[in-house]
């Protein structure tokens, strides 16, 4: 009858104890006042808020800007011009005078100077492009450009969700954690106590009874590194979706998506080509394509319609605003160009850019079979925890339950007390590798989602 009654106290003193231990956590984190974070508006709040996504956001406009004004080199070319020049040696030319001038002989000839000292011209060019091919290729060039940096752009928010959900899933993980160490410190609590009664009377070596207290102690360490490390998850996470109140947080995660059956079982389909780094190296391969197009089009005739309309003036005199001097000038015309000679070698250049689209196609042939052999490890590896987690949750409550009745035993003298410490040590040590595993779980799941191309649906559900 005294043994039940203390058995009755020390239980009375642990949930005593226990109840201290959630009133201090309460405290600290003031539950009541947390805000609750779902992980959809923790990625897509990262993506709204962090600079260097928005700084991306600016460069696909500017590339949308450059591609627009690329269209109005399909407009007219309107152009001012003037000139005044000075000739100080004019050109002479032959003028057969003979057959102007039948008083001299047919074959004679005279020295002529052409041309006044000054001269000006000034009116308006206007050049309409008809037909021009190179235009066209610098358009889809810069459609080409622009699409490239909008996977740029699409890889870094990639990341970026990749590394707000694993510190959002470690938030979780570090609250089972607490929680777990809140049991396993109310457990270690019990048996120190039912061991310090049979040193206090006697019965124990005091070696028995500082085993207990190791036990205790890494149990209340435990809960200790697990509310550090929660506090440090929970300030990164706030950094990463853009809070300035990263000092206070006061958030709670909502842990209704981590015990979803449908995420966590299904059998999601790879599809590495909606990755974006895979996309991107595609069309870098198909912008070199376009390229040699171009280089092409430097060697086709172009086709426009030209014009001018102004005056002239020849003075041999610097008087710009001479009467009589002026005399108007106009003309409309074809302008047909056909390049011949650049001065450069065209072959050398097609062949560079053929390389450059064939090392594109391959980097991305190679990194594609990467994602997927990595995806398959992922999904191997996380197959391979979950069935160890299921194991070590059924090890976890036999040990458990074991404790419970060597705790008894002890107490009826029934059973030694290094026996209850050595299951003490051996459950903590159970514990602590069943954390593990659970975040290794999700880290393979998130890593499987990455390289299956469908970690989207993590904040587009």
Not at 385 to 398: D, P, R, W
Not at 405 to 412: D, G, K, P, S
């Amino acid at each position: 009858m005294n043994n039940e009654h203390h058995w009755i106290n020390m239980c009375h003193a642990a949930r005593r104890w226990s109840i201290a231990i959630v009133l201090l956590f309460a405290i600290q984190y003031s539950v009541q006042a947390q805000e609750r974070l779902t992980l959809s508006e923790a990625i897509n709040n990262a993506m709204a808020n962090r600079k260097n996504i928005q700084a991306g956001k600016s460069d696909q406009v500017i590339r949308k800007l450059q591609t627009d004004a690329l269209y109005r080199k399909y407009w007219p070319q309107v152009n001012v011009e003037y000139t005044y020049l000075y000739n100080p040696i004019l050109q002479t030319s032959i003028l057969p005078i003979g057959i102007f001038n039948p008083s001299y002989p047919a074959d004679a000839t005279k020295s002529i100077q052409f041309g006044t000292k000054w001269s000006q011209t000034a009116g308006l060019t206007l050049y309409q492009p008809l037909f021009d091919v190179s235009v066209n290729r610098q358009i889809n060039e810069a459609k080409l450009q622009e699409r490239i940096t909008a996977a740029s752009q699409a890889q870094t928010e990639y990341d970026l969700a990749y590394t707000v959900a694993q510190v959002y899933m470690d938030i979780n993980l570090q609250d089972a954690k607490i929680r777990s160490a809140i049991a396993d410190s109310s457990r270690t609590w019990i048996s120190y106590q039912l061991l310090e009664n049979k040193f206090e009377q006697k019965r124990l070596l005091k070696s028995e009874l500082n085993k207990a207290k190791i036990n205790h102690n890494n149990a209340i360490q435990q809960y200790r590194s697990a509310v550090s490390q929660l506090i440090e998850d929970k300030v990164y996470l706030l950094f990463l979706i853009g809070r300035n109140d990263i000092e206070h947080p006061d958030i709670i995660i909502d842990t209704a998506f981590l015990k979803n059956e449908r995420l966590t079982n299904e059998n999601v389909q790879p599809n590495v080509s909606n990755i974006p780094e895979i996309q991107q190296l595609q069309l870098k391969g198909d912008l070199t394509d376009v390229q040699k197009k171009t280089e092409k089009a430097k060697y086709l005739p172009t086709l426009g319609v030209k014009g001018f309309i102004g005056a002239n003036q020849y003075a041999n005199n610097f008087d710009p605003f001479a009467a009589n001097s002026w005399f108007g000038l106009s003309y409309v015309g074809i302008d047909l160009k056909y390049p011949l000679l650049f001065g450069e070698d065209k072959h050398k250049k097609l062949q560079q850019l053929q390389l450059q689209s064939s090392q594109y196609y391959q980097q991305k042939d190679d990194k594609a079979a990467q994602y997927f052999k990595d995806g398959l490890i992922a999904k191997i590896r996380m197959e391979q925890v979950l069935y160890a987690l299921k194991v070590q949750e059924e090890n976890m409550a036999l040990s458990s339950e074991s404790i419970g009745i060597f705790q008894a035993r002890v107490l009826e003298g029934q059973e030694s007390s290094s026996n209850l410490n050595l299951e003490e040590a051996d459950l903590q040590k159970l514990d602590a590798d069943y954390q593990s595993n659970k975040k290794q779980y999700w880290l393979y799941y998130l890593d499987y989602l990455k390289a299956s191309g469908k970690l989207e649906i993590l904040w587009k559900q």
